[in-house]
């Protein structure tokens, strides 16, 4: 008898691993956590110089990152304004223009702009954003002449003519009409647009309706008050010499007038301070969307780093704690993770997880749980230098491409902390420890969250009584009462 007793002891970790592989759902979070991976080995980083350029002239602002190895160059034209500065009364009007800008420009109809494009071996696309918007241009080496001389006339020379931007504006209301099927979209619209009540970020949420309103007189008051050089960066990634780059962007660039802007830094919104839960109905979803999150405050070189090695432990990979625990341990999710949003006046800390309707309070139970373990307690040193050479060797990925490296190169600088994330990235992810996350996380209203739930609600209601109170949205944001689900009564 003993003798197996021995046996089976000395076999016990050999049955452990197989069960471990074979069949995670037997085992709890914890169990993961008691033994996690050795931290990768260090990756060595090293960051290119950006050199950056000024023009007296008009403010232009230039920023060169020489890369050699592929014949191409990636240009990335940022105008600092978004859809916050977008007036009060037209939500939408700074979406419009940007996506007009190669809608046409002096002696070019649009199917020309796209030709010439094409000649060029280029790509050109335009993202929006609250506080900014994007231009992105690829192209071949060779041709770095004639594409600075067609960007230089989409915003010198724009046309604006009207049929264009009602195409424009068919398009919008079509993607966004597009969307109100995926449930991903309607969750983190709707997320946003409560943890952006009351604050021009608000403004980036719109829905198709308000579209209708916008017109080309309002579009060229825009244009005229944000699309100016001393309120542009244009980043231009490459196999690149800096005095004939510098020249040639002067040259196409000079004329582009400066003018005073009245743009003034935004507050940050304010965070909820109570937990609130809200519900979409999506008829016939069969899976339960979640997100939920809340503001951060500004992000501060000192928070920066410690609450994104906060992020990457929690929700940041499929070995994070959030996966491990709702997929892995308890079967519930399809997939959970967690992401910072960063703006120029606050950071959004938020949670993405798909679960079956039958365990949607449960998840999000076990989510909060998740967010209260790693804000109340230290990290174990193992995940903590996990977390640190992942966020390493994930950066030095990120850069490998040239339009990557430009993208990250604008991003830096876009929230102006340029120096600190990439200069100083590695030193700065070094520094981190346990305690500087946890008095970190010690900082943000991370437990009473903005939850927002996107499914069919038929189904979801009976799952989520546990909550009492929940706020029931249409599809296109809009209100539809409180339910008192203990009750059964809508308010």
């Known amino acids: 008898m003993k003798k197996i007793r ?10 452990l691993l197989i069960f471990l592989y074979w069949n995670p759902l037997l085992f709890s979070q914890e169990r993961f956590r008691k033994s996690p991976p050795n931290p990768e080995p260090f990756t060595e980083l090293r960051l290119p110089e950006i050199n950056y350029k000024t023009f007296p002239n008009n403010g232009l ?55 010439e494009i094409e000649s060029i071996g280029g790509r050109f696309f335009t993202s929006i954003h609250p506080d900014h918007s994007v231009f992105t241009f690829t192209f071949l080496e060779e041709y770095l002449d004639r594409a600075l001389s067609l960007l230089s006339r989409m915003f010198l020379q724009p046309t604006f003519l009207s049929h264009e931007i009602e195409n424009v504006k068919r398009s919008m209301q079509y993607g966004i009409i597009q969307n109100k099927t995926d449930p991903e979209f309607l969750a983190k619209r709707q997320l946003f647009r409560l943890l952006f009540r009351d604050h021009p970020y608000y403004k980036g949420t719109l829905n198709e309706d308000l579209i209708r309103y916008l017109n080309q007189k309002d579009l060229i008051s825009y244009f005229r008050n944000y699309y100016r050089p001393n309120n542009a960066l244009i980043v231009l990634t490459g196999n690149l010499n800096i005095t004939a780059t510098e020249r040639l962007v002067s040259r196409y660039f000079y004329s ?60 940041g990979t499929p070995k994070s704690r959030l996966f491990m625990n709702l997929r892995e341990s308890k079967g519930y999710a399809y997939y959970a993770f967690s992401n910072v949003g960063s703006f120029k ?11 079956t309707p039958e365990v949607t309070y449960s998840s999000i139970n076990e989510i909060l749980k998740e967010i209260e373990g790693i804000t109340k307690n230290k990290i174990p040193i193992p ?15 990120q850069i490998e491409t040239f339009e990557n490296l430009s993208s990250k190169a604008s991003e830096f600088n876009i929230l102006n902390i340029e120096d600190e994330l990439w200069r100083k990235y590695y030193e700065n992810i070094m520094l981190i420890d346990s305690e500087r996350v946890l008095e970190t ?7 009473t969250p903005v939850i927002v739930i ?15 109170e929940v706020e029931l949205f249409n599809k296109k944001g809009v209100s539809q009462g409180i339910l008192h689900l203990n009750k059964g009564e809508k308010k």
């Open 345 to 355: 006046s606050c950071s959004i800390f938020f949670v993405n997880a798909r679960v």
């Open 454 to 468: 996107v499914g069919d609600s038929s189904i979801i209601l009976d799952n989520i009584r546990e909550f009492g």
């Open 383 to 397: 995940e903590i230098e996990q977390a640190k050479s992942y966020l390493i060797g994930n950066l030095s990925l």
């Open 61 to 115: 602002t230039l920023a060169i990152i020489q890369r050699e190895n592929l014949p191409i160059i990636s240009l990335k034209a940022i105008i600092f304004s978004g859809e916050s500065s977008s007036p009060e009364n037209l939500p939408g009007i700074a979406t419009l223009t940007a996506n007009m800008i190669s809608r046409g420009v002096s002696h070019l109809t649009s199917s020309r702009i796209e030709e």
């Open 256 to 315: 582009w007038r400066k003018k005073e802007l009245l743009n003034s830094p935004l507050p940050p919104p304010n965070p909820f301070t109570e937990q609130k839960v809200c519900l979409i109905d999506l008829p016939g979803a069969k899976d339960a969307t979640i997100y939920l999150g809340n503001v951060v405050y500004p992000v501060t070189s000192q928070d920066i780093f410690p609450l994104i090695a906060l992020n990457q432990v929690l929700g």
């Open 6 to 15: 021995s046996q089976l002891k000395n076999a016990l970790p050999l049955f």
């Open 441 to 447: 996380a010690g900082k943000y209203p991370l437990l």
